[in-house]
């Protein structure tokens, strides 16, 4: 068995304390390195070579669309994926050809959801506008001569888009500062919600009527994408706020800007953009009702070491042929 691992032009996933478990399970392992995010017709042309005979491939940033997938070896039985989503690979190519396609939906679970959290904290209690006012001088204990007003948050209502693990963890957050906490995620079954205390709305559109704060919590799909729109923001409460830690193109950008512009959103925290890094003529480092991360909410020693063991533990499961735990593609034939 053979195993085939991709490191993008910045690294990549730190495997090296994992190389015993490949041993153990008799994979063999192979190193391509220096892979971009956009890769060229020569590196598809490199990393398909590097591929043959490879039971397994074990990837992070370097996408894996249709074009590709179709000219992979026949001997790959899985793409797993060393991250959270899956989106940079085409799952109905691989289904197609009866490659499992995996991610590690849980490794960072704890890390988002504080994150989260962090940066709710952040906008509705104008921490970062305060530390900002204070280094320019402007010191001042009237708080409400910055920014729009603080609301007790025990007064609030938390609306959550998707309710997986990491929802679930904000969810409990919310609640013990006395929030009520409303979800959307036409996926589960209603003993899910009941169990964590949490209200569950039959539609998005409840989210926007009813929430003073949203957090998006689902993939990026053609379902979801700008799911927060335009529209969607002009069914919202006047001076929501709204947290994005998923994927940037959750939220119509520009839509946003001009949400935020108005005051019709009151602040937004943001880990994520829809185009990463973000770019220099964004408007969106100019608001001040606007927190900034870089793409960090996932960060974390224990998250890392989560990651990595699990990625490893998937690829070498698929190197067997077997359905990894982290398949998002179960039902496929292989023939």
């Not at 729109?229 to 006047?238: E, F, L, T």
């Amino acid at each position: 068995m053979k195993a085939l691992i991709l490191l993008n032009e910045h690294g990549g996933v730190n495997y090296d304390a994992y190389l015993p478990l490949f041993a153990e399970a008799g994979v063999d392992c192979e190193v391509l390195t220096g892979l971009s995010a956009k890769p060229s017709p020569e590196e598809d042309e490199a990393l398909l070579e590097a591929a043959r005979g490879v039971d397994a491939i074990l990837t992070s940033l370097r996408p894996f669309p249709r074009a590709l997938i179709e000219r992979l070896d026949g001997s790959v039985k899985a793409i797993v994926r060393s991250a959270m989503g899956y989106e940079t690979i085409d799952v109905a190519a691989a289904s197609e050809r009866g490659i499992y396609v995996c991610n590690v939906p849980d490794y960072a679970a704890e890390e988002v959801a504080v994150h989260q959290v962090a940066l709710l904290l952040a906008v509705v209690r104008k921490v970062v506008l305060y530390d900002r006012k204070v280094r320019e001088g402007a010191y001042t204990r009237n708080g409400l001569n910055f920014g729009p007003p603080i609301h007790r948050l025990s007064r609030q209502c938390m609306g959550l888009l998707g309710f997986g693990r990491i929802a679930r963890n904000v969810a409990r957050t919310m609640r013990s500062f006395g929030c009520r906490v409303l979800a959307f995620d036409p996926y589960l079954e209603d003993a899910v919600f009941t169990e964590h205390g949490v209200e569950r709305v039959a539609t998005k559109e409840e989210i926007f009527a009813q929430c003073d704060m949203i957090a998006t919590n689902i993939p990026l799909t053609e379902e979801s994408y700008h799911i927060i729109d335009a529209a969607a923001i002009a069914r919202m409460k006047d001076g929501v706020v709204l947290v994005n830690t998923g994927r940037g193109a959750l939220i119509e950008e520009a839509a946003l800007v001009e949400g935020l512009k108005s005051g019709k959103i009151r602040g937004a925290g943001l880990d994520v953009f829809e185009t990463e890094p973000l770019a220099q003529d964004s408007p969106l480092p100019e608001l001040e009702n606007v927190v900034l991360t870089p793409h960090v909410a996932y960060q974390g020693v224990e998250a890392y070491a989560d990651l990595q063991r699990k990625s490893v533990e998937y690829t070498i499961a698929g190197a067997r042929g077997e359905m990894p735990a982290g398949a998002v593609n179960r039902g496929i034939s292989r023939g």
